[in-house]
């Protein structure tokens, strides 16, 4: 390859040689693009592009064409179970399990250290696998212990060299490094609010931790080389009751959104690029509730934006179901509306790389809702269920 990445001529002809290399090189590429599935480690869109300028207008790039998708979900009982997803047909396909512990309520999946962490809820223990490439089979290679006895809303920071975990009993929140072999090893814990839930790096390498008890997302710098974090001043307060439980940002890093179990809302906060922090009143409250459900029947579980940052989902428990948002140009949310989960207790959920399938976890009807994505409204469509043996407490889709 020349220094402009094009083949080398030979007497006026393409090389074939440096061709081969060069179409080696691009499927490559090509297969490196990932989401993660909670916060905004990994959110930013490997074209650098953010919403409303995507590759085409239904948001799927040719690479999504190319292969199948992994699709783990952690089940009560301590088993992850593998599927194949075909994003076209919308399709999951049965590959076994494997034992990981009691409770994985958190996945997440580094790109840069080819390994799934899985982190268990009751214990705190943190486990990494080694995922195949061709199989997505998965295989221990390390494991350590986060620093709290119970855990939640774990994520990786932007790098995928570092997994951040919320400690809701101790306040808490953790780092443990990735090892280039794919281990894990502790770095150190650092105070969070009451009731941390949930935590979200941002790109910029600001970390945010939402705090249940304390009614307030908490600020940090975080320091990829050594995994510290620092406690910024300015934390945001939020209204009594508000209970903040999820937060996800969007791929292009303008905005972040929390999800308030106490008010049944989301809420929708800019990140400012100069300050290296959010905006201390949000944009936007928007509600969870279905028409004609009152409050305090109704709990919001989990959310999730799509890969091309256009559509956000959300799901209910109480009324069940799974609610659709359209992100608007300024970051707010357009509800779009609320289609029945097809179980009980809905959950964890992911929207699949291609942008094309939403994966619901059922956690009290023990099952998977797989639902078709319009790419244009961001509309739920062709639910079909898949029975689990266990109450699926976590789903991960990752593209190999």
């Not at 043996?389 to 991960?396: E, M, N, Q, R, Y």
Request: aromatic content about 4%.
């Amino acid at each position: 390859m020349t220094a402009h990445g094009s083949p080398k001529l030979a007497r006026g002809r393409l090389d074939p040689a440096a061709i081969l290399r060069a179409m080696t090189l691009l499927r490559r590429a090509a297969a490196l693009g990932l989401f993660v599935a909670l916060g905004c480690a990994g959110a930013q869109r490997p074209d650098g592009l953010g919403a409303g300028s995507g590759p085409a207008a239904d948001g799927v790039s040719p690479a999504d064409e190319a292969g199948r998708v992994f699709v783990y979900v952690g089940m009560a009982g301590g088993e992850i179970a593998l599927f194949h997803l075909d994003a076209a047909s919308g399709t999951l396909a049965r590959r076994g399990t494997v034992s990981v512990g009691r409770t994985p309520s958190s996945l997440a999946r580094s790109v840069a250290r080819e390994s799934l962490i899985a982190v268990d809820g009751v214990t705190g223990q943190a486990v990494s696998f080694s995922i195949d490439p061709k199989s997505g089979a998965l295989r221990a290679v390390g494991r350590a212990a986060t620093g709290g006895a119970t855990s939640s809303g774990a994520t990786l920071d932007d790098t995928g060299k570092y997994v951040l975990v919320a400690h809701p009993a101790a306040g808490r929140v953790s780092v443990l490094a990735i090892t280039p072999a794919g281990g894990l090893k502790a770095i150190d814990t650092f105070a969070a609010g009451a009731g941390a839930r949930a935590v979200a790096v941002h790109p910029a390498e600001i970390v945010f931790v939402s705090n249940f008890r304390a009614d307030s997302l908490s600020q940090y710098t975080f320091n990829t080389g050594t995994g510290m974090l620092t406690n910024r001043s300015g934390a945001i307060e939020l209204s009594a009751g508000s209970g903040p439980t999820r937060l996800v940002c969007h791929p292009s890093g303008r905005w972040v959104y929390s999800l308030d179990e106490g008010t049944d809302s989301i809420a929708v906060y800019g990140f400012d690029g100069d300050l290296k922090a959010l905006s201390p009143i949000s944009l936007q409250i928007v509600s969870t509730l279905t028409d004609g459900v009152a409050r305090g029947r109704s709990r919001p579980a989990d959310l999730a934006v799509s890969p091309t940052g256009r559509f956000l989902y959300e799901t209910n428990r109480g009324p069940d179901d799974v609610a659709a948002f359209a992100i608007e140009a300024a970051g707010t949310l357009k509800l779009v509306g609320h289609v029945p989960s097809g179980g009980r207790a809905p959950g964890a959920l992911a929207v699949d790389p291609s942008g094309r399938v939403l994966i619901v976890a059922n956690e009290g009807g023990k099952s998977l809702s797989v639902y078709s994505i319009d790419p244009t409204t961001g509309a739920l469509g062709d639910r079909h269920a898949i029975a689990l043996a266990a109450s699926p407490l976590s789903v991960l889709a990752v593209r190999p």
